[in-house]
Every structure is written in C-alpha cells, then in structure tokens.
C-alpha cells in the first residue's frame, strides 16, 4: 500500500502514516481516483492533540478489518484542521447545520466532486449510547451509495445550495456604536456565571475575546460591572484545574463550569490570548495575581513551546503515559494524589501541598487523582516554602513521561504569541521576552513570507508548509508586527505589517467591505468559507479588521481606516446579538470609538527619561492606542519609519509625548505622570 503520508509536514497526518488505511492527504488527485472507482469520498478531519481523535483512530483506524473496508469502498482523506481551516470550517459548517452540532473527529462522506451527504464526529467500534457504530456508518453509507445514487445525489446538491444561501450581508449593517456596545455588555451580564465566573455551563471555554472587551469597554466608559467580570473570570480561571499552578499555561477548556477539570491539551492560540488578557488586566487593576499569571503564561510559551527555529509550537497534547499502570491516558502527567504528593515532598510539605492545592482522598478527577488547584478557603503558605514545594512537584512532574508535542508553526497562532510576549516584555521589565517575540516575528518573515509578502500557513523544522495563509493569518500576524512595533519602536515591523494589510484588501475583501476567510486566487471549494465570528481564537475578519485600524492610526491612511470601519459592520449587527461569539470585534470596535489614541514619544535613544515616557505610553489603557518611538524630527530621518514621529520635537530638549485622537492633539508633555492620565482617563 502507498504511504501516501509519510512526506507530510503535519504532525496530526504523520500520526496515522502508518495505519492500515490508505490515507490520501486532500487533493485533487484523491478526488480523481474518486471519481475513477465510482465510490465515495471519506473524510476524516482532527489534529494532533485532539484527544477523540487519538480514540477514533485506535480503535477503528489502527483495525485491519475495518481499514480493508474503507480501502475497498471509499477514498478516505485526512486533513489536520489546523493546517486547512478553509477544508474545516466549509464541512464544519455543513455538518453543524445538518446535525445541530459539531467538534473533532469530524467525518464527513461525499461525492467526487466534494459535495458532502452524510456527517458526523466521533463514531465507537460497537454502538454505544444511541451512536452506531463505525462499521455500520460505513456500510450504511456504502449501501446508499450502490442501491440510492439518486437519492445521495440530490441530498449532496441540496446541502450545497443550503451553503451557498447562507452568505452573509452585513456591508450595509453600518459601523458599531455606543448603543450597540452597551447592548453587547447587556447579554454577556445575562450569560455571566455570577458563582464560577465565565458564560454559560459545562464545558465551559476561556472566554478570552469576551474578557479583551470587558477591559477595554471599561477603560472607555468606566464601566466597573465590565471590569468585575473580567477579574472575577480571570481570578476564577487563575485558581481552577484549567490553569497549571506548576508550570503555568492553560489547557483547552474546563469540562465542568467551576473550571475544576479541564480537558488537558494545552494550544498556543489559548495561551498567547490569555497572557495577553491578564497583562491587560494587571495594567488596568494592578492586581498581583494577575500579573504572575501573565508572567508564568509566557513562561511557559517559551519553554514548552519554543521551538529551535524560534518559532512556537501548536500544542501539547492532553494524553501521556500513566508511569503507574503504563497506560496512555488523559490527563496523567498532571494529575495528584495525596500519597504522591507525600512521596515527592514527605509527611508534613506532603500534607500541606495537598490542602493548598486541593487535593484530596477522594480525588477531583479520575481513578482517585486531583488536578491542582488553589481554593480559595486553602491554607495560608509563607511564600519561600510554596516555591520549594512548586519547584520540586514540578521537576518530579518533569521525570513523568511527557504529553507530545505539536511542533507545527501556525502563523496566526505564532502572530497571536508575539504580541503577547513583547507586551509582556515592556509591561514587566523583560526584555528576554521581547526578544522571543522578536526572534518569532523572524521566523514568519524568513520562512512563511514570499518575496511579494504572502503568507504560508504552516512551516515544521524550519520547512515551509504547502498551505496558502488564510484571513486570520493575515490579520493575526498583522497584529503582532504592530505590537513589536510599538514595543521596540523598530518601524520595521510597521513596515511588514502594511504589506500584510494591503494584501488583505487586494485579495481578501468584497465590494461590500466584508472579508473572505480564503483568498481570492485560493482553492475553490463547495463555498468560500465567510465567518466572523471567533472560535477558539478571534475571527480573521475581526482581526483583520483590527490590524486595518491600527494600521491607520499609525499612518493616517484614510483608505485603511475606511476599510475597517467597513468590516466592522458585522459587530454592528451581531454584537448585541450574540456577543460571546464576536468579542474580538467588540473590542476593535471599543477601540474605534476611542479614535484608537495615536501616541508618538520622541527624545535621544541613550536618554533613560525616553525609555520612561514610552514604557509610560505602552501601560496607558486606552482601548486599542498605538504608540511610536524614537528619535525626534522627520528632517534627519527620524520619523520615516513611524509616521506618527514625522515634525514632532522635542520640549526643553526633554524626551517628550504627543497624544491625538480624532484630529485633535493633546498638550505635548514630558511627564509620565501627564502622559499617564492622558491616555487612561474615561471618557477623556
């Protein structure tokens, strides 16, 4: 059999190299070979951490007998999801609207011409809970296939054109404003859990987009009920099993709403916006815990997912070997008992980790096991003995064997990390994470970016993948070219960031100002994916949208700005709708409504006072405000890389700031103390 796998960049399609399938990786020569057998299409979509998948795979993929009858009957096609989200979002959609549901494994079945007739997720080897089995599935769908072609024919059609009418119409919708905004506050207070934190019930996600709105709609109105939802959630979160109180960095989601259990895989893209959520929330509050939240979060980017080209890895996975039984398991490298715990650290530190940490007999998870937490009714620890116990759990921790790695870079997820490692860098004095973010935003340059500044989704050992950049791509890496440009005032980064920009108009937006998730010249498939509305991460139109606007408010291009204020017709008709799902817009929107503040701080590089004023200017709360700096005056050059530094001087040759907002400009100030309340009073 053709191991038609083995030369994949994909960790998640290496995974099943070796099976007895005969896995095609998606292209047209698959659907060709389709076509010349006259059978149906099989496609099986996960990736690497995904838990079910590992299950699906062991139990039907890895069976000879199963895998002789999809060989005989169907081309079956494996997609790692985070390599093609177009592939994914396209079948997602049409499995959600034919199910009511969706999630991974997704298996979709269909026609040589890719139009989908059946759908489903995660199928057991024996029926079980109301699921057939795989094998039924199977020969359900092949029995259809032979005896109704008619039938399967005409549903494949219908669900295509059910697609195809769902195009969205929002270039019309207007831009978002105050009323819209207050709404969008109005239903997430109605989804809050008051007791637990977060929105809605079990399994309950880190709602990190929502909370980036909750911080930024206060900063603009003052709003405390905003506010004291985002501390609560991220206090809530901090404290919960979902956080890792050894070795810092969130897992995926909580499978209870007291965010006690979480489902174990641990993603960049959930990492990098909640470190840069609690930075947030340390710079408007100040609060201690969120600080070294934020700190351990990047922390633990840079040591469990940096990889040797400097880049950061997709995922570590939830499963790991139990050093107990031998079994591969989720969860074993994190869980505790009290004996363990007694083992590591003796009688009496053994005992008291155990109250601290909320372990108990009974155990929180599985077999008797707790995942750590820090109740808030735990015992008082002096803060010299907690660091010991915390670093000698954590180095036996260490000698467990550890979950896999997925060591594909994404640009998106990569473009989300940098702008939270530089911020955290200037916000907490460490420079060494400005420059992982610096050595990151390389990485995209060298190896994802083409000479006409296109970006590749993927790369793996320093290997540029095959996959073209989709929207969030572009908009996601946009955005931490911006962040690394306020930050190390290099106006290099502006510079890349404006070629992403640009291709985003040319090759991703409508006439109507909406945004395509794929490009223009992409693969066509059954539909040109359209969502604004985040997922795990913040939508590509959102983000574009937000690199659009500060893209603007670094340059003044009008055309940029229009640009944005178009796509951000969807908040304006989704925000007080459906606000947990469109955050990430909600806050781009916060962030027009407050101009965004364009902040330039100009004096001599080796003076101490201009390092002040700019860490000043980076901490200002102001929703969205970029910030330039550098040398004073456009006549020696000094502000051709930022435009925002072009004719700005300096007062009583003092290193000094300059704040405007909507065409108009504060007094230029050489005080941090001025600068400080200029962009973080409400309502200023």
Not at 319 to 332: F, I, K, N, R, Y
Not at 373 to 389: F, K, N, S
Not at 580 to 601: F, K
């Amino acid at each position: 059999m053709p191991n038609r796998l083995a030369n994949e960049t994909s960790p998640y399609l290496l995974q099943h190299a070796d099976n007895p399938v005969d896995w095609w990786p998606w292209s047209p020569e698959a659907f060709a070979e389709a076509r010349e057998r006259g059978v149906p299409v099989h496609l099986s979509v996960g990736y690497s951490s995904c838990h079910w998948c590992h299950v699906l795979a062991g139990e039907s993929f890895e069976d000879e007998l199963t895998a002789a009858y999809m060989n005989e009957h169907f081309v079956n096609i494996k997609v790692d999801r985070e390599e093609r989200p177009d592939v994914d979002a396209v079948y997602m959609e049409a499995v959600q609207a034919a199910t009511g549901q969706g999630g991974w494994p997704m298996t979709v079945f269909m026609t040589a011409d890719a139009e989908p007739f059946y759908f489903g997720t995660y199928f057991p080897p024996e029926p079980r809970q109301g699921m057939p089995s795989f094998m039924q599935v199977l020969e359900g769908v092949r029995t259809a296939w032979v005896g109704r072609p008619e039938e399967v024919a005409e549903v494949a059609q219908r669900i295509v054109r059910d697609l195809a009418g769902r195009e969205l119409d929002y270039g019309k919708a207007g831009t978002p404003g105050p009323e819209e905004l207050a709404a969008a506050l109005l239903g997430l207070t109605r989804d809050y859990d008051a007791a637990h934190g977060g929105f809605g019930g079990a399994p309950k996600f880190p709602p990190s987009m929502a909370l980036e709105f909750l911080l930024r709609h206060h900063a603009r109105t003052g709003s405390e009920g905003a506010l004291q939802m985002a501390a609560d959630t991220c206090e809530a979160m901090a404290r919960g099993g979902i956080y890792d109180q050894l070795g810092g960095g969130f897992a995926r989601y909580s499978v209870d709403r007291e965010w006690v259990v979480p489902h174990f895989e641990k993603m960049l893209y959930d990492n990098a916006l909640l470190c840069r959520v609690y930075a947030h929330l340390w710079r408007a509050t100040g609060s201690d815990l969120a600080r070294r939240v934020a700190l351990e979060t990047a922390d633990f980017m840079v040591r469990e997912l940096r990889t040797d080209q400097g880049g950061f890895a997709s995922a570590l996975d939830a499963d790991s070997e139990d050093p107990l039984t031998g079994e591969h398991v989720e969860g074993a490298y994190y869980a505790w008992t009290p004996d363990r715990l007694r083992e590591v650290l003796g009688e009496a530190d053994g005992d008291l980790a155990a109250g601290y940490f909320g372990v108990t007999e009974e155990g929180t998870f599985e077999h008797g096991t707790s995942v750590l937490q820090l109740p808030q009714d735990g015992p008082a620890v002096e803060a010299g003995r907690l660091a010991g116990i915390k670093e000698r759990l954590l180095a036996a921790r260490g000698r467990r064997p550890a979950p896999g790695r997925d060591d594909k870079i994404v640009a998106a997820w990569n473009g989300l990390a940098i702008a939270a490692l530089a911020e955290c860098g200037a916000y907490f004095e460490r420079p060494d994470l400005v420059e992982r973010a610096t050595e990151a935003a390389d990485l995209l340059v060298r190896v994802h970016m083409d000479g006409r500044a296109r970006l590749s989704r993927t790369s793996k050992d320093g290997q540029v993948g095959t996959n073209d950049g989709v929207l969030e791509d572009y908009g996601d890496v946009a955005e931490g070219f911006l962040a690394l440009a306020s930050v190390t005032g290099e106006g290099v980064w502006l510079e890349f960031a404006g070629f992403l920009v640009d291709l985003v108009l040319d090759r991703f937006a409508a006439e109507d100002g909406s945004l395509y998730d794929t490009a223009h010249d992409a693969e066509k498939l059954i539909r040109r994916p359209q969502d604004p509305t985040d997922t795990a991460a913040p939508s590509g139109w959102t983000a574009a949208a937000g690199a659009l606007l500060s893209y603007a408010a670094h340059t003044g291009s009008q055309a940029h700005r229009t640009a944005a204020e178009r796509a951000l017709g969807v908040v304006h008709a989704l925000g007080p709708q459906v606000p947990r799902y469109i955050g990430h817009g909600l806050s781009v929107a916060e962030a027009l409504l407050d101009g965004p503040r364009e902040v330039a701080v100009v004096g001599h590089p080796e003076d101490p006072a201009l390092a002040l004023l700019h860490r000043t200017a980076l901490l200002g709360t102001a929703p969205g405000a970029v910030v330039a700096a550098g040398l004073a005056g456009a006549t020696d050059g000094g502000g051709a890389e930022f435009p925002l530094l072009a004719e700005r001087t300096l007062v009583d040759d003092l290193p000094t700031a300059y704040v405007c907002r909507h065409f108009v400009c504060a007094r230029p100030t050489t005080d941090p103390a001025e600068l400080a309340e200029q962009l973080g009073a409400v309502g200023s």
